[in-house]
């Protein structure tokens, strides 16, 4: 069973070697510190594992089997902030092989590829609490000789380094606090945000994998290809964080795909359909699948507000237990069914394609033409299509013909607001207004959408309760609820529309 722990510490590197070795300065004049508490040295043995070309140490991850300590076993560390020196870290325990638990928080980067030790590091820790009123810990120092060792035996190198890391819970400035009694002793901060990024590079293991800074985008296709490279990224770099079922992940990988998808519609005159319709038909399937959980997140989160909202004394029979076992039995299966799609090969064949897209992105003549004339003309092609579906739904009767037009409409808004999104690195300020109005109605028509959805749940757990013999009253009081929250939006929609109608974009 693998457990998190969020990491947040600082490294130094130790002045330049001489006859003595690194020694700690009193860190009994940092204020909050009563006690220094030494707890003596310890021997580990770590084995760091990547790929051949590294594409976890390009993305800034590790993952290690390391032996002594309190902590042996295997560790991956997942940025958070590195420039705050905040990591996750997810251990398991001590095994020969790498634990399934963690090889499936990095499948989007290894794919289909082997994970093998790429650098030994050997490291002396001599290891120091700080406390501080009533003994409580606020941080943990340790000074670390070390030597990494490259698996071949070729090439090793050596350093000390002081790592200041804050207790759980602790204040973040207090590391601030540290940091001027060890620069005053010498100590600089490292170079190197890890020991194995380090290790890498002394001993010429490093592969020639760092990202690169990609060119200023200058024509109309520079810019839907960055776009279109950020969402990949954000598909990739989310992939962890929903198998870790982090709030809201489900969401943001679905919004990545649905913009993926919209800028292939948006940007068809300027990039080869003949590649991108096999992707979105690929990407309308992953957000399919994925929309099985965040949809039952979505709507137990609403039914859940409502139930609260709700007057005790109207709350008859057992409606929260019963809105208990309608959203755990959704839970557990969509649950299960999330992971098994980003285990499957037909989720790792999208991510390649997508690389190969944008490693030969099949862009056609009309991509180099002025970024802001091309995407400020596409954008609005989106909010003329969303003006006639807006139009549609305003000229029907309220019922489910008007509920269909106002969903279409919904998903027009959305991509009338990723295109104006899309289009701020080229026009700025004016294309941020766009997408504003743009949200506004996207988020009006969802609302919408929302309550459709609910009435529909609501219908159904009003039969279970009613099966059970329990009173249905309550869920006929919240489906009445949502029947009049849709009403307000169908008559809050004209406004709303009348200032999206007058957004406007130029190249000037």
């Known amino acids: 069973m693998a457990e998190t722990k969020r990491e947040i510490e600082r490294k130094y590197d130790a002045p330049s070697p001489t006859d003595t070795p690194f020694r700690l300065p009193d860190l009994h004049k940092v204020p909050g510190v009563e006690e220094i508490i030494a707890k003596g040295v310890v021997e580990l043995d770590a084995v760091y594992y990547d790929t051949a070309d590294q594409r976890l140490a390009a993305d800034n991850i590790t993952l290690r089997r390391r032996t002594g300590g309190d902590d042996a076993g295997w560790h991956l560390k997942l940025p958070v902030s590195l420039s705050e020196g905040i990591r996750d870290e997810i251990r398991a325990p001590l095994s020969d092989d790498i634990p399934r638990s963690l090889a499936g928080l990095v499948r989007s980067r290894v794919r289909d590829d082997r994970l093998t030790p790429v650098i030994r590091l050997l490291s002396s820790r001599d290891v120091s609490h700080l406390t501080g009123a009533g003994g409580t810990l606020l941080a ?16 090793a190198t050596t350093w000390t380094e002081i790592e200041v890391e804050l207790a759980d819970d602790g204040d973040p400035a207090f590391l601030g606090k540290v940091e001027k009694r060890l620069r005053k002793a010498g100590a600089d901060r490292s170079a190197s945000h890890s020991k194995l990024a380090r290790a890498l590079e002394e001993t010429g293991v490093r592969a020639d994998r760092d990202k690169q800074t990609a060119p200023e985008p200058r024509t109309a296709g520079d810019h839907v290809i960055a776009h279109l490279r950020a969402q990949r990224d954000a598909l990739v770099e989310l992939d962890p964080a929903v198998r870790r079922d982090l709030p809201d992940s489900v969401h943001q990988m679905r919004v990545a795909a649905r913009r993926t998808r919209s800028a292939f519609k948006t940007y068809k005159k300027l990039l080869d359909p003949a590649v991108t319709e096999p992707l979105a038909e690929e990407l309308k399937w992953l957000g399919t699948e994925l929309g099985i959980d965040r949809d039952r997140e979505v709507l137990t989160e609403r039914l859940t507000a409502r139930i609260d909202a709700v007057p005790r004394t109207l709350l008859l029979g057992p409606v929260r237990g019963r809105l208990r076992i309608w959203a755990v039995a959704r839970r557990q299966g969509s649950r299960r069914h999330t992971v098994a799609v980003l285990d499957g090969k037909r989720y790792l064949a999208l991510l390649d394609a997508l690389d190969a897209f944008l490693a030969a992105p099949p862009l056609t003549a009309k991509a180099d033409g002025p970024a802001a004339e091309v995407l400020a003309k596409a954008a609005l092609k989106d909010h003329a299509r969303l003006a006639t579906r807006v139009e549609h739904a305003l000229s029907l009767p309220p019922g489910t013909d008007r509920d269909v037009a106002m969903h279409e409409a919904r998903k027009a ?16 300020k004016q294309a941020k207004k766009f997408a504003k109005r743009m949200k506004k109605v996207q988020s009006l028509l969802g609302d919408h959408q929302d309550s459709v959805v609910a009435r529909e749940a609501l219908r159904h757990i009003a039969i279970q309760a009613h099966a059970a013999g329990e009173t249905a009253f309550t869920w006929g009081l919240l489906y009445g609820q949502e029947q009049a929250a849709a009403a307000d ?6 406004g709303v529309w009348e200032s999206a109608a007058e957004a406007g974009l130029s190249a000037g």
């Open 413 to 428: 808004a959305k991509r009338a607001r990723y295109a104006g999104e899309a289009a701020v690195p080229a026009l700025g």
């Open 489 to 494: 939006r169908e008559r809050e929609l004209p």
């Open 140 to 155: 943990e120092v340790s000074v670390d000789a070390v030597r990494a060792e490259r698996p071949d035996g070729r090439a």
